[in-house]
């Protein structure tokens, strides 16, 4: 298997800092044993104008065959010589890459000691491959690389040059061009995607394989178009691995597209919070008006915008009124959470059906929530900055339009009854605001008028004379008259 990495450069930008940055200097052939072989390092050419490390792994067949003990390419053959005599040691496959990760770990991570400055500045790159498989051909190939920054030549290698007309080959070679990227990119693009053009691994995927993919593909994978390709072959075809890689990358695509943190964004559980939590009588009481509402509507298919841990789903399951069952939640942690609250692995077919859980961000239009009869945002609003309100409502309002929209929240007035609750304290750390009765009807009525709804409040909890329900709760219905709304 053979590798090129060439760049160029000026008396004063040397190309020979390619040296610094592989921590491989270029006056030296190096070896380095691997599990499988040996990997060479050596440098056809460098000097200030142009400088190229070439990379050369030969691969021990017999090694590969017995490491392989069965699992993956390498050790489950189509016949009984396949072992042995096989495209393994000549053409670039996961075999290179993990070659690539060990001989250039350092240069990977963006680290040089000796010349911090120089990782993080882009330079002219070229990488070339003389033997890819691509299963898929050169137009996956370019549809790989290309919206990474690269220009990508992609051959296909004819099976005979004696025999023409017997065509090509699956394998290519690959040339690879890119203005302005860092080695460290490169480095993990090609990590990433040489045994995903290969797809077949030589070693068994476990769990942890989920970590090196989004390792190497911090920064690129989450936004790539081929997201699902690449993260299903990087994977071997494994379902829940790959799953569980995809909801990951979701949640990093939506803390970028909202400028914020993964952790700010898949924050609604803590950690500690996994154990089943005991409802509180007003969450039980909660849930009932909920329902009440949702029957008292007619609603059969119905939205639990931002669902937590699946208390409301699970209990909108037990009625076989509500045919339609959607939860949707932008926190990974919660939705795992409440798979597991309503067993979906094991639930019979008729009964699972009914039910499905989205990742989301309820900030932004969602095509998938369009068409359903009812749509209830139980104690969310008040988890949302309020300049992201405006988002929020319009995703709901304005494009999802359910007919019936159920929204309770905290009722600020009411916390002086709660003993425990120090002075002037919201009742969870993450809520961003709590609002009066009469903020809360303001926000709803302009909201209302806005989208041709009309709306009515009920108290949920005890209503206390003077300080009014512990939470509040506004029921939208889309088109009715306006002299039919309550005060």
Known sequence: MFLTISTTGSAQRPATDLGHLLHKHPEKAQAFSTSYGTAHVLY??????????????????????????????????????????NDR?????????????????????GVCTARPELPGAPRPLRIEVPALPARGGADLVRRLFEPLGWTVTAEPVPLDTEFPEWGDSRYIRLTLLAADLTLAEALRHLYVLLPVLDDAKHYWVSPDEVDKLLRAGDGWLAAHPERELITRRYLSHRWSLTRQANERLELVRLAE???????????????????????????VQRREAILGVLRASGAARVLDLGCGQGQLVQALLKDPAFTEIVGVDVSMRALTIASRRLKLDRMGERQASRVALLQGSLAYTDKRLKGYDAAVLSEVIEHLDLPRLPALEYAVFGSARPRTVCVTTPNVEYNVRWESLPAGHARHGDHRFEWTREEFRGWARTVAERHGYAVEFLPVGPDDPEVGPPTQMAVFRLGIPKEAKAA
């Open 89 to 109: 040691p000549y053409a670039a496959s996961s075999l290179l890459a993990v070659a690539l990760g060990s001989v250039f770990s350092s240069a990977m991570r």
């Open 257 to 283: 597209a909202d400028d914020s943190e993964v952790e700010d964004l898949d924050n609604a559980v803590a950690p500690e919070a996994e154990d089943e939590e005991k409802p509180t009588p007003l969450a």
């Open 44 to 85: 056809p050419e460098a000097d200030a104008e142009r400088c190229t490390a070439a990379l050369l792994l030969e691969v021990d067949a017999v090694a590969l065959v017995r490491r392989g003990k069965g699992k993956g390419r390498g050790g489950a053959p189509d016949a009984a010589l396949a072992q042995y005599v």
